[in-house]
């Protein structure tokens, strides 16, 4: 064995030890990060060339702060996004939305799909659905500045490498309650991961210390965004638009019924996330003409 390999299941071990959920997987990405290689090529780093940052980096995810912090990038469907302290790490389970979203984007008879992403965070869906449907047409709305700057960053780092999506993600500053009025009744999907969490839950320590509170709670049920979400969508679809709008495992009753509460919803469902619970609601709006 390589001393790296025998400090990676030392530090394995660690992080074990303060509950990480994939301890030995988070130490190799951790070792992979530090000497600048794949995962799949550790074995191959000499001794010599072993980095006792390793060692800080694991002090550091053993303190509960996120891999994702440490290493400064988050993997979304076929994207790489910086992300850091003031903005929200994206999930697989978001994946699985946006995957909808695409989908459905693409069976859309519509030369260039018009798109909001409500409270983009880093813009992994409005990246991610500019990369997939390369004809759509896609506006990123978030309030938190902190926030912006990195969907900025993301936007204009993903622009250089994609030419071709140059123009079709717009970064829009404001609350979603009310943003956008001069694209209503013309939106052909609106798609959203708003915050969720009801005041006072208890979540692990790398969402309460490091993801931004904006992000996080909404209101003692959980559901104040994902009711204006759902007043924003009515106004900014078009008829026949959708709408995908991710909550949390427990939700998936109380936000369906959100839908049909009010009259014009139709199709209303709810989604399940790859690991089988509910994680997302999507609907059409009224009758198509
Ligand atoms: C759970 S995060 C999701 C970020 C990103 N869409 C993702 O899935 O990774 C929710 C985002 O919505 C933003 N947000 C919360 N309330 C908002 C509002 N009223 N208007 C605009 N953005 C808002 C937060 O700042 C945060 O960036």
């Known amino acids: 064995m390589s001393l790296l390999l025998d400090e990676i299941a030392l530090a394995a071990a660690r992080l074990a030890e303060v509950g990480v959920e994939s301890p030995r997987a988070e ?4 070792a992979a990060h530090v000497h600048g290689v794949k995962r799949t090529e550790l074995h191959r780093v000499p001794d010599s060339a072993f980095d006792a940052r390793f060692w800080e980096a694991i002090s550091r995810r053993s303190a509960r702060e996120p891999l994702q912090h440490i290493t ?6 076929y994207l790489e996004l ?10 697989p389970e978001t994946e699985v939305m946006t995957g909808w979203a695409i989908d459905r984007l693409r069976a859309m008879d519509v030369a260039e799909p018009v798109v909001t992403d409500l409270g ?15 004809r759509a047409r896609v506006h990123a709305v978030e309030a938190d500045p902190l926030a912006r700057a990195w969907a900025e960053r993301n936007i204009t780092r993903y622009v250089e490498t994609a030419p071709y999506t140059a123009g079709r993600v ?3 500053a404001g609350d979603f309650a009310d943003v956008l009025p001069e694209l209503n009744g013309t939106v052909d999907l609106v798609v959203s991961n708003p915050p969720y969490i009801p005041v006072g839950a208890y979540v692990e320590p790398e969402v309460s210390e490091y993801d931004p509170p904006a992000a996080l709670w909404s209101g003692t049920d959980g559901l104040n965004a994902i009711r204006t979400v759902e007043r924003t969508a009515r106004r900014l679809l078009r008829p026949g638009g959708l709408i995908a709008v991710e ?5 998936g ?7 049909p509460e009010e009259s014009g919803w139709r199709d209303t469902r709810n989604n399940k996330d790859l690991a089988g619970r509910d994680r997302f609601v ?8």
């Open 253 to 259: 009753a109380a936000v369906y019924w959100v839908f």
């Open 247 to 251: 909550h949390g495992a427990q939700q």
């Open 82 to 91: 910086e992300v850091g302290p003031g903005v929200f790490v994206p999930r």
């Open 72 to 77: 400064g990038r988050a993997y979304f469907r």
């Open 27 to 30: 130490a190799e990405l951790i």
């Open 120 to 134: 983009t965070g880093s813009g992994a869906i409005a990246l991610a659905i500019a990369q997939e449907v390369p």
């Open 170 to 172: 717009m970064l829009h």
């Open 282 to 289: 999507t609907a059409a709006w009224s009758l198509p003409t």
